[in-house]
């Protein structure tokens, strides 16, 4: 059920981004990249654990800085970081970084989230230049 939550979620998101022009900003889906990151913050501090915390906060900023480079080079570089951080939901996060402040459905709505809204990025910079893919270079 997370999964598909996640996926309708991002791409309910996308689509009112698209609507109401919020992508036309290149800050969208940067933006969009470092709160999905922050979430595992949020849960670490619900989690009381400071180690977890420390932990949660250098990934997060990897993905800040991939957000970054995607506003100021290629949005190709949101898409790519959306997508990786899903994978790192699935993939790495349950098996590496213990955090007990996270719900347990979270990691699989996160990386539904993340690889939708990613894809759907990447969709929108293969077509005709406008919102995101209008200032993009690729």
Same mark, same amino acid.
């Given at each position: 059920? @997370? /999964?598909?939550?996640? %996926? ?12 109401? @022009? ?6 969208? $889906?940067?933006? %969009?990249?470092?709160? #999905?990151? +922050? ?34 080079? +290629? ?7 959306? #997508?990786?951080? @899903? ?9 590496? %970084?213990?955090? /007990? ?11 539904? $989230? ?20 209008? +200032?993009?270079?690729?």
């Amino acid at each position: 059920m @997370g /999964t598909l939550v996640g %996926i309708v979620s991002a791409l309910l998101t996308s689509l009112l981004g698209r609507i109401a @022009g919020f992508d036309r900003d290149r800050a969208f $889906y940067p933006t %969009i990249l470092i709160v #999905v990151a +922050s979430y595992y913050v949020l849960f670490a501090a619900i989690g009381g654990d400071k180690q977890t915390l420390i932990v949660e906060t250098a990934v997060m900023m990897v993905f800040v800085a991939a957000a970054v480079a995607a506003f100021r080079g +290629s949005m190709w570089i949101a898409a790519a970081g959306l #997508v990786g951080h @899903g994978l790192f939901d699935l993939l790495v996060h349950g098996h590496m %970084i213990e955090n /007990t402040g996270m719900p347990a459905w979270w990691p699989a709505f996160c990386a539904a $989230y993340d690889v939708a809204a990613g894809v759907f990025l990447a969709w929108l910079l293969t077509r005709a230049p406008r919102p995101a893919a209008a +200032s993009t270079s690729s």
